[in-house]
């Protein structure tokens, strides 16, 4: 499984833009690049996900570098209930049903 | 839309009891189910990919016959700690997702497991 690689952590003021950057030099032609984010004791939410064009939705955005080999998702303004542990992860839709591997991901800490 | 319910949310019992984590998807087909564990202060480990109908897929390193996985029809999978010890307390997180392999996974909220 191609693997991502995310800084431990993050911290950002609140009602200012974070920027949450991944990398992932091995990614394959087929892997879809999502990013989900995890409070604690609940199970994982899903933010975003994109292949080569960049995503905009209700919670989040994603930039996706030209070559594919990082990304960067975009929370335009954090609030307190934006801290959490962020996973950059690649899903390729090509084989096994697309399983995915966590790695270690992001913890954002939000100030008041 | 896209719900995942786990149930139960938080079980503690004794050592050699079997334990069932039941996983739904509420309002959408779910061909492929996943489950993970996580320990605390650590990401999610996947032990299995389990697809409607079949039998699952076990990563490595994690005892199929400790870790029973069944995916009966498409909206429910279970997975059965079988003569659980306390090495097994974890909190185990399932997610499912449709047929078309691109899309998101959808998580449950996790069962908190403790064997005493």
């Known amino acids: 499984d191609a693997k991502t690689t995310q800084p431990n952590s993050m911290e950002s003021n609140e009602e200012e833009p974070v920027h949450l950057p991944c990398n992932h030099s091995t990614i394959s032609g087929t892997d879809y690049i999502h990013w989900y984010r995890q409070l604690p004791s609940q199970g994982p939410e899903y933010v975003i996900h994109g292949l080569t064009s960049n995503v905009n939705n209700r919670m989040a955005s994603l930039a996706i570098a030209e070559d594919r080999k990082s990304s960067t998702l975009i929370l335009h303004r954090a609030t307190l209930r934006d801290a959490a542990v962020y996973y950059c992860i690649l899903r390729d839709y090509n084989t096994n049903a697309g399983k995915s591997t966590f790695g270690d991901g992001t913890t954002l800490t939000v100030k008041p | 839309g896209a719900v995942v319910s786990q149930h139960p949310s938080r079980v503690i019992c004794k050592s050699g009891t079997s334990v069932k984590i039941e996983c739904r998807s509420l309002d959408f087909q779910a061909t492929t189910m996943f489950w993970y564990r996580q320990f605390p202060k650590q990401s999610l480990m996947l032990m299995a990919t389990?697809?409607?109908?079949?039998?699952?897929?076990?990563e490595q390193g994690v005892e199929k016959d400790k870790f029973l996985i069944n995916h009966a029809s498409l909206t429910l999978s279970t997975l059965t700690v079988t003569s659980a010890h306390p090495e097994d307390s974890s909190f185990y997180i399932c997610?499912?997702?449709?047929?078309?392999?691109?899309?998101?996974?959808?998580f449950g909220d996790g069962t908190r497991l403790s064997i005493l």
């Open positions: 389990s697809n409607e109908g079949s039998k699952a897929t076990y």
């Open positions: 997610s499912a997702s449709t047929g078309w392999k691109g899309q998101p996974q959808h």
